[in-house]
C-alpha cells in the first residue's frame, strides 16, 4: 500500500512564506513526476508545480518566480516552497506522485493567507 505524507500547511500573512512536504512511502517504484495542485472553494483543481524525475520543472503561471519544487529522490520526497504568498493562493494543497505506472493523491493540506 502506497501513503503520501503531506505536511507543512497553515495561516500566514500575505507576503509570507510556506513550505509544503510530500513524503511517499510504501510499496511504491519507478517514480516519475511529482507535483502539487490546488483547490480553492469553488473552483477546479489547478496544477501548481510539477517535477520529473529528471529534474524538469513545470509551473502554473500565477505562481512562476514566487514558488519553487524540489524533490529528494532517496526520500521519496517533494517539496514546495511558496514564497510572497497572495490571498489567491488559499486553497487545499494535494499532492500528486506518479510511480507503479498510476497517480497516487495525498489528503490534502490546508494553506490560508490572509489579506
Known amino acids: 500500500q502506497v501513503q503520501l505524507a503531506e505536511s507543512g500547511g497553515g495561516l500566514v500573512q500575505a507576503g509570507g512564506s510556506l513550505r509544503l512536504s510530500c513524503a511517499a512511502s510504501g510499496s511504491i517504484f519507478s517514480i516519475t513526476n511529482m507535483g502539487w495542485y490546488r483547490q480553492a472553494p469553488g473552483k477546479q483543481r489547478e496544477l501548481v508545480a510539477r517535477?520529473?524525475?529528471?529534474?524538469?520543472?513545470t509551473y502554473a503561471d500565477s505562481v512562476k518566480g514566487r514558488f519553487t519544487i524540489s524533490r529528494d529522490n532517496a526520500k521519496n520526497t517533494v517539496y514546495l516552497q511558496m514564497n510572497t504568498l497572495k490571498p489567491e493562493d488559499t486553497a487545499v494543497y494535494y499532492c500528486n506522485v506518479y510511480g507503479n505506472l498510476r497517480a497516487y493523491w495525498g489528503q490534502g493540506t490546508q494553506v490560508t493567507v490572509s489579506s
Open positions: 517535477i520529473s524525475s529528471g529534474g524538469s520543472t
